[in-house]
């Protein structure tokens, strides 16, 4: 594996544009755009202040930067380096801002979430949608960028709004069966709607197009509830995680339960590899950390850390939440990586870390997952086994957060205040 040099960045703002090509980057208040194969700087922009989030368009030719204390957005063009936009909130604020699909629309939350406003960079025509909800994820684009499905609180009641993202009218309006709805994400064909309620009731519900009740789910009662729901990429599945640590997955035809993934502290299954990360001396190139489709004998790996393979049945570490602490932890298997088989819907692997688990994330291209934790390595886990990276760098670049190139290799690694490229150099085929 080969690494980058390291450059700096600021917020954990760094992103591919989403052709591959470009990779952009936010220090303070200057927005940088690299090549992404030679990391040559392309453009250097200056901002009005510092910058709180940064996003590109979905045709790599713009980039949004917004800054929230000072209630503006700052877009720049790419191929028109003397092109800008500016647009000033005002009194009003600033608390959200983002793209609409066709990359021409941008779409600026107020404060106090009083209302939503979208501007046209072709037209400069403005629209404003009152009264969206302040929830974990109030608003979903299908994917296909025709429809927009916004949560809306009014008279203490949830509602959904569906509009039609060409000229932004209202395709929709209807009343949901939550007490508290705390989010919304359309399907992957853009045929169903899933809404959400508050962890503090169990309820998810399917929504057509039009605004009919598919289905109701509700797994148990007078407990704390949802937790996060995800799509399959096929839309045939829908998986819920719940705050009783266990995954359930409901099918897209009659939308029953048809597994449930559960997470015991002990593992008896024969079957499930667990892996165990020991931190102790190895010498570079050690035979144990061979893994098919990664280069190994680089002088950069990590001779501190190791994953040894341990025979079931295992006990994995459980660490209970203080009740008696203000805002305990209720994550108690934090240093946990769960890998399930989903064509089988069994178990295949668990990962125990030594630190707590940052971020992880998968290769786009196959099945191989990146994971940090907060120190100077990296994890990569695929089902030939599982591999420890020290990251190279003075002073120890402690990984953050990480994501993959849209189109796999180089995996980009976040510090915070530095970012490098992890380069794998492998030919590695879809799977």
């Known amino acids: 594996m080969n690494f980058s040099e390291v450059f700096k960045q600021s917020n954990q703002l760094c992103k591919v544009s989403p052709d591959g090509i470009y990779l952009a980057t936010c220090v303070q208040y200057r927005l940088v755009v690299r090549d992404v194969n030679t990391l040559q700087i392309l453009q250097l922009y200056t901002c009005l202040d510092q910058i709180s989030h940064m996003e590109w368009s979905s045709d790599s030719q713009f980039i949004l930067c917004a800054m929230y204390k000072r209630g503006l957005v700052q877009v720049w063009s790419i191929d028109q380096p003397d092109w800008h936009c500016k647009i000033d909130e005002g009194s009003i604020g600033l608390v959200a801002s983002r793209w609409s699909p066709d990359g021409r629309h941008i779409l ?26 302040a929830c974990f994820k109030g608003i979903d684009f299908s994917r296909d960028g025709c429809y927009m499905a916004l949560a809306e609180r ?35 064909n853009g045929c169903v709607l899933a809404v959400w309620d508050s962890c503090l009731e169990y309820k998810v519900l399917l929504y ?131 890998v ?20 992880f994330q998968w290769d786009p291209r196959c099945s191989r997952l990146a994971i940090c934790t907060g120190n100077t390595k990296v994890y990569l886990w695929t089902p030939a086994g599982c591999l420890s990276v020290q990251v190279p760098g003075d002073g120890g670049f402690q990984v953050q957060s990480l994501t993959w190139h849209c189109h796999g290799d180089p995996l980009i690694l976040l510090g915070k205040e530095e970012l490098c490229l992890c380069y794998t150099n492998t030919d590695t085929e879809d799977k």
């Open 340 to 359: 399930w088989d989903v064509q089988k819907m069994s178990l295949e692997a668990v990962l125990e870390q030594t630190s707590p688990v940052r971020c």
């Open 154 to 188: 009014r008279d203490c009641k949830d509602y959904v709004c569906v509009f039609v993202c060409d000229d932004w009218h209202l395709l929709r309006h209807f009343e949901t069966e939550t007490q508290d709805l705390a989010g919304l994400q359309w399907s992957p």
């Open 208 to 338: 057509s197009l039009d605004g009919r009740l598919l289905s109701t789910y509700s797994a148990y009662e007078w407990l704390l509830g949802v937790k996060c729901v995800a799509w399959s990429p096929s839309s045939q599945f829908l998986a819920i995680g719940s705050f009783d640590e266990k995954v359930r997955v409901l099918n897209h035809i009659t939308w029953k339960k048809i597994a449930q993934f559960e997470h015991p502290a002990t593992i008896n299954n024969s079957k499930v590899v667990v892996y165990r990360e020991v931190e102790k001396k190895s010498a570079p190139g050690n035979e144990e950390l061979s893994l098919d489709n990664i280069t190994l004998g680089s002088p950069v790996l990590s001779s501190h850390s190791k994953y040894e393979i341990h025979p079931t049945p295992v006990q994995l570490p459980v660490v209970r939440p203080d009740p008696d602490r203000a805002n305990p932890k209720i994550d108690n298997m934090a240093s946990v990586i769960w």
């Open 108 to 133: 600026n939350t107020t404060e106090f979430h009083l209302r939503i406003t979208v501007w046209s960079l072709c037209t400069k025509a403005v629209s404003y949608i009152k009264n969206p909800k």
